[in-house]
Structure formats: structure tokens, C-alpha cells
């Protein structure tokens, strides 16, 4: 059964979308191998069947993306909030390939990796999705990285990404709505990512089923036309 919607997993290598996708999926964290091209695994949202593609962020198969990201209705760009430069790939690499997605595209950004940073002790809990820490809080936090990327740079970049979309700030989706900060490892935040996105593409979906059945109809039309020319010209 074709899928009635397509959600893409964007992003550079090593950021976590495979680990963010199977913790949504196996509710778990395991290795996790670097991916080859692209999988995807799909879900039921109420009537709606929805494929959610992880693809590789490694360069060599870059020219996947926006293949994958034909029709999607909706697109998670994924950084890592210790690593600086995986959120200037999003805009220099990666944003590009989204040109083939819907025209109402949904777009949420996701710094992960947000438990190795020293502000995640700090963070609240969000029910079932944490961990207990595996080490006393004091060594913890000896081992903590310091945050690099902050939620106002992933608030900037959606606001740029309305920008080349062309989109109206007041008419898209808020941008402090559709940025998110998760760890694959302890689950924080990883539901609601998922789920937010969910609920937001099921407008899209409906839009995309409507344009296909005014479709079918046009060409239906267009068939009968050609139908009479030919007719016509016996
Ligand atoms: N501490 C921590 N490590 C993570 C988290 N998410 C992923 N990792 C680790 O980061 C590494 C890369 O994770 P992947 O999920 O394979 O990354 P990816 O974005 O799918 O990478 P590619 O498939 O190569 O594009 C692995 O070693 C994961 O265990 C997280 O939230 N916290
Ligand atoms: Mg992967």
C-alpha cells in the first residue's frame, strides 16, 4: 500500500537521525552504523499511513536527498547541538535538497545529542523520557561538552528557511514550535518531536489527496478531449 504521506530525516553525518528514528521506533538506543542511501520505516497516524525516510548524511550520497525528499510533507533537519558546523550544513548543504518536497512542506529543525552538553542536567523531565543518570551527577558533569549551538541559532535558521521558501512568517508554523532539542540516548523530547510533526502533516496530507484527485480528474478531461480530436479527424 503506497504511504499517504513522506516525512525525510535531513541531515550531516554522525548528528543521530538513525538513533532519533529507532528510539521513536524500538524505544531504545543501540550502535547504530552509518547509513547507506536511505531506509524507512512507516507509521500509523490515525487514518493516515506515514513513511518516515532516514537518509545518509555522508557526502558521497548527497545526491539521494532530494530524491528522497520528492513530495515530502514534511522535512526534520537534524544538527547536533555540540557539533557547530552540523547546523551550517543544514543551510548550505542540505536545504537545497527540500526544493523537491511539497509545496506546503513542514519544516522542524532538531539539535540532538543534548544529554553530552552541561545545560541537560538542568533541563526538565519530560515523563517516561528519561533516564535515570548510570553515574553519580558529580562525575557527569565533569564529562559534559559544552553546548555549541544554541535554540536561537536553530530559531534563526527556520526563519532563514521561511525566507528562501518564500513563506510568510505570520502564515507558517512558529518557529519556537517547530525547533526542538532531543536526545536519542535518554529519549528526551524524541515522542514529541515525532508526534508534533505528525499532527502538523496530516493538513498536508489531505491537501496532497485533494490535489491528486483534481488530477485525476484533469486528466480524465484531458483524455476526453483528446478522445473527440481524434474523432473529429476520422
Ligand atoms: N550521546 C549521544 N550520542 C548519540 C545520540 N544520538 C546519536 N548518538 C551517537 O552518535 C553516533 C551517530 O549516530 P547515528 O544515529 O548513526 O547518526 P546519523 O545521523 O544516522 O549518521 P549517518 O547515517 O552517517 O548520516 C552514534 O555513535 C550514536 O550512538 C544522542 O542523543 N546522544
Ligand atoms: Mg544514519
Known amino acids: 500500500m503506497k504511504p499517504d504521506g513522506k516525512v525525510v530525516l535531513l ?18 538506543f543501540r550502535d547504530t552504523a552509518s547509513t547507506v542511501g536511505g531506509a524507512f520505516c512507516l507509521r500509523q497516524w490515525g487514518p493516515h499511513s506515514i513513511s518516515v525516510w532516514d537518509t545518509a548524511g555522508r557526502e558521497q550520497f548527497h545526491g539521494l536527498g532530494s530524491m528522497y525528499c520528492r513530495g515530502a510533507a514534511a522535512v526534520i533537519l537534524t544538527y547536533d547541538v555540540t557539533n557547530w558546523q552540523s547546523i551550517l550544513e543544514l543551510e548550505d548543504r542540505f536545504l537545497a535538497l527540500t526544493d523537491t518536497a511539497s509545496a506546503d512542506c513542514i519544516f522542524a529543525i532538531v539539535g540532538n545529542k543534548v544529554d553530552l552538553t552541561d545545560a541537560f542536567a538542568f533541563l526538565p523531565e519530560t515523563e517516561g523520557e528519561r533516564q535515570p543518570p548510570e553515574q553519580p551527577i ?14 536561537s541559532d536553530a530559531i534563526a535558521l527556520y526563519k532563514k528557511i521561511l525566507k528562501y521558501k518564500m513563506l510568510d512568517e505570520k502564515n507558517a ?22 508526534e508534533t ?17 483534481l488530477q485525476t480528474v484533469d486528466l480524465n478531461n484531458i483524455k476526453t478531449t483528446k ?7 476520422k
Do not use: W
Not at 140 to 147: G, M, P
Not at 179 to 190: D, N, P, Q
Not at 227 to 233: G, K, Y
Open 11 to 28: 541531515g550531516d553525518v554522525n548528528v543521530g537521525k538513525t538513533s532519533l528514528l529507532q528510539r521513536y521506533t524500538e524505544r531504545r
Open 138 to 151: 558529580n562525575s557527569l558533569i565533569s564529562t559534559k561538552l559544552k553546548k555549541q549551538v544554541h535554540m
Open 173 to 194: 508554523p512558529a518557529a519556537e514550535k517547530m525547533c526542538f532539542e532531543t536526545s536519542a540516548k535518554t529519549g528526551y523530547k524524541v515522542d514529541h518531536v515525532f
Open 197 to 213: 510533526v505528525f499532527e502538523m502533516v496530516v493538513p498536508v496530507i489531505l491537501q496532497q489527496k485533494t490535489e491528486g484527485s
Open 227 to 233: 478522445n473527440i480530436q481524434s474523432s473529429c479527424c
